[in-house]
């Protein structure tokens, strides 16, 4: 890696203040820095530094999200080949979702760090991290279907207006994957509803076989079609149609499990947002004045992107309550949204993205009421100790 | 009644080079050093020249703007250089030993003395700096009344030195002459704070005129600002002192033989010192003797004090006022390949992101290295773990970067140091410089209360 060092060390003067290539600083810094750990040292405060950094703490969250993609690959390609009668390999379906997939990350990737890039070098920063994620989040959010200008469109409005405009990684008011998703949700509807767009091939025309469905368990709920209602176990399993990375809660779940233990999502927030779901579930059921409230509560982890909403874009850091108090209530409210929106409002089958978003938008509201709690607490003491 | 106080929170830097306990030996230089930049926020005004001879007590400068606040000599001999930084800002005043004269500021029983003849003795004899106060962490006013003061019995940083060994090595007698004299002090209690462990050693100290308390738990439970908050919180208008325990025992030595001689058990610490023991010295000695060869390797960072909130000094740079601790780790001046994307078994990290936090290890031996680039706050939750106070450190950290007085008064910044927030520091993912955010909130209340 010597030779490598060298190289980069030779060219570095070009890109730097002055150099030839000095409005290309980000992007070779940020190449810099994706290959090797800067040299830098402590020079005042503390004289150690923990090996933890945002790169790392992105790659955790990433290798979170592989078991859905993988899953997700497979069960597009599944859904794909159901759609036309015939019975794929597991590899073999995994290949043609992978592929039917790759485009999509691609894009995402592409779109979003360019305007990271572009940001980083107006502002004489260093490159965030925050894509990392947020690019991977953002295909797995859609339908496999989804035209890539309109991903790519999506993707850019909530880099531009979402993230850069509040001051980039940090600073962001909404989570920008589920904005990306808000936005081709609102503008072109016919790509992210009805039963055809869950299926690759579908919007492009393509014959199914007779007795094919594309619906997905959350519109067959909201049309009350409940006895075409896949098993809660191929809910739970993911063999079911849906945007690409939520069908499947159990890979889901192995996320939530590399989250929790490397204690890069915060429990409180997945715990609680599943505790809100079963309050507003059971409610449902006890009150039970529609089939869709008669369905078991549990059935709601399962369907839709109600798992990978609470695992993935809940537990967000930055949009979400930075108290630890606030967040119990953060995610007990997102759970109940998500379940109350799904059941009760007829325009949109799924919840959970409105439920955060809107949450995201009261998360300091919840936070300056548990400070206010704490300097009440200090104020009380100064008043005694008087 | 003696408080017993188990935190939680925080955490233990498994680090290698703890000092083995064994005085090996006298660290005892040619030449000693006092550093104005120990004292934040002091603008000091010089009181002798180089090549003046010198006296241990004699005054060396004074405070600009408290003048009765004077800083002595250590040691008696001649000024040798005045080195200053940018901006011609003092750095250290450099004294080369000779003999052994003090200057006489007379025997006397605490007892007899009245609290303003006390706080003129430690004044004159250079010992006032080791009382400091919060808030604000820095030398007390002497004009202050304090509702307590407290002593911290035990040290919990990184390869802190082990105050039970430390207090076997230093005179029981002396140390009760210093809490007379600190007693006249406040109208209140002398707090001591010691670690509560399974088995007490039977000590030859009864600790008699103090309150004590016992504390348990990880790092920072050691820090007096921790003891504070739980036991007797600063609150707006207030001060509380504080004291090290081993300034008690000088304090005690100005009263029993009337002389300044700020003697210290230092502990010399760290993965790249050979043979990590205890040795006996004198405050602001150069660690010069103690340092020879006792290293292992080059390009080493030596730190007066720990590796969280110590002092980077040279090889033969001087221990600075307020420590009693010598680490040495190394430097971490060079790339690594793909570092950030390793499974990291020999990383430290003190979240569970690297493959070391999944196997039984022993302790580490880190560098310098800063580990990546300055961020946003993105994470939340984790200072919170490492904090053991009542108070909300990311958004005390937002209220003083964005300069909210109110806001800060209201989020605890009275009760705080940047000692207290250094693991805060240690553990950024987003590798904010959050000690010196802390003193910049700290110099900014100052200047706004003043």
Partial sequence: MDSLRKKLDKIKPHFEEGGKLSKLRSVFEGFEAFMFVSNKVTVKGSHIRDNIDLKRT???????LLPALLFGSYNTGLQHFRSVGTDPSILQAFWFGFLRILPLIIVSYVVGLGIEFIAAQIRGHEINEGFLVTGLLIPLIMPVDVPLWMLALGTAFAVILGKEVFGGTGMNVFNPALLARAFVFFSYPGWMTGDNVWTEGLMKGQNIIDGFSGATPLSMGASGDFAGLPSFMNMFIGTIPGSVG?????????????LIVTGMGSWKIIVSVFGGGLLMGLLLNAIAANPYM????????????????????????????????GKWIYGLLIGILSVLFRVLNPAYPEGVMLAILLMNMFSPLIDHFVIQSNIKRRLRRAVLAV | MSGTISLKKGYNIPLKGKAEKKIAGECNPIRFGVKPVDFPGLIPKMEVK???????????????????????????????????????????????KSGNA??????????????????????????????????????????DNPKSIFIAGFDTSPLAPDYDFIMDNLPAEIFQTGISAISK????????????????????????GVEVSYFSGPHPAGNVGIHIHHLDPVNKGEAVWFVNFQDVIAIGNLFAEGIYKPERVIALTGSEVSNPQYYKGLSGCSIAPIIRDNIMSWNLRYIS?????????????????????????????????????????????????????????????????????KRAFVLTGQYEKVLPMDIYPMHLLKAIISGDIDLMENLGIYEVAEEDFALCEFICPSKIEIQSIIRNGLDLMIKEMS
Avoid at chain 2, 311 to 317: E, M, Q, R, V, Y
């Fill in chain 1, 294 to 325: 008669e369905i078991p509560f549990y059935y709601h982890f399962a369907m839709g992107g109600f798992a990978f909403g609470a695992v993935f874009m809940a537990t967000d850091p930055v949009t979400a309550s930075q108290t630890e108090k």
């Fill in chain 2, 305 to 373: 004090g720990n590796v969280l909130t110590g002092t980077k000094i040279n090889a033969d740079g001087y221990l600075g006022y307020y420590d009693s601790q010598v680490t040495v780790i190394p430097e971490g001046d060079k790339y690594e390949f793909f570092g950030w994307v390793l499974p990291g078994a020999d990383k430290l990290s003190f979240s569970r992101t690297f493959l070391s936090s999944f196997i039984p290890k022993k302790s580490f031996s880190p560098d310098t290295n800063f580990h990546g680039g």
């Fill in chain 2, 102 to 143: 003090y200057v006489n500021f007379g025997k006397n029983d605490p007892a007899s003395l009245s609290r303003g003849k006390i706080i003129e003795k430690l004044l004159l004899s250079g010992l006032w700096p080791a009382v400091r106060q919060r808030p604000y962490h820095v030398i007390a006013n002497p004009e």
């Fill in chain 1, 58 to 64: 992105m790659t955790v969250v990433i290798i979170a």
């Fill in chain 2, 185 to 208: 002090l406040t109208g209140g209690k002398v707090n001591l704070v010691l670690e509560k462990k399974a088995s007490k050693t039977p000590g030859k100290y009864n600790f008699n």
């Fill in chain 1, 246 to 258: 939520e069908t499947s809660t159990i890979a889901i779940l192995i996320g939530a499990f590399i």
């Fill in chain 2, 50 to 96: 180089p090549g003046e001879k010198i006296k241990a007590g004699t005054p060396l400068f004074h405070d600009k703007n408290r003048p009765a606040i004077k800083f002595t000599s250590p040691v008696s001999g001649t000024v040798i250089s005045v080195e200053r930084g940018e901006r011609r800002r003092i750095l250290e005043v450099v004294i080369e």
